[in-house]
């Protein structure tokens, strides 16, 4: 069963940049997609950007593109979200998630759920 750990969030400054990671265990990675997703505080959980296993096309909510970018290293078993140009209100706890079948931005395409990380956006 496949197990995900998300690493490397943190307090940044309104305009810095951050690189979440998500390391895998228990299976390989490439049989997923993988998806990351983040919850302010008092909102609901939102999908951020996922990344197809066959062909690693990825896709972005709105609110992130251009300045998010998210990858992953199957060699390494391990996906990535960099995060540059921060605003206040990217603040939040971020998850990666893990789908069997297909991923979107949607939480219910994703088996697999790691426990998040926090990232602060502020001065």
């Known amino acids: 069963q496949l197990q995900l750990v998300e690493s490397g969030g943190g307090l940044v400054q309104p305009g810095g940049s951050l690189r979440l990671s998500c390391a895998a265990s228990?299976?390989?990675?490439?049989?997923?997609?993988v998806g990351w997703f983040r919850q302010a505080p008092g909102k609901e959980r939102e999908g951020v950007s996922y990344i197809r296993n066959t062909d690693s096309r990825s896709y972005y909510s709105d609110s992130v593109r251009g300045r998010f970018t998210i990858s992953r290293d199957d060699a390494k078993n391990t996906a990535y979200l960099q995060m540059n140009s921060l605003k206040p209100e990217d603040t939040g706890v971020y998850y990666c998630a893990g789908s069997s079948t297909y991923g979107s931005l949607a939480e219910a395409a994703f088996d697999y759920w790691g426990q998040g990380t926090q990232v602060t956006v502020s001065s």
């Open positions: 228990g299976s390989r990675l490439d049989y997923y997609d």
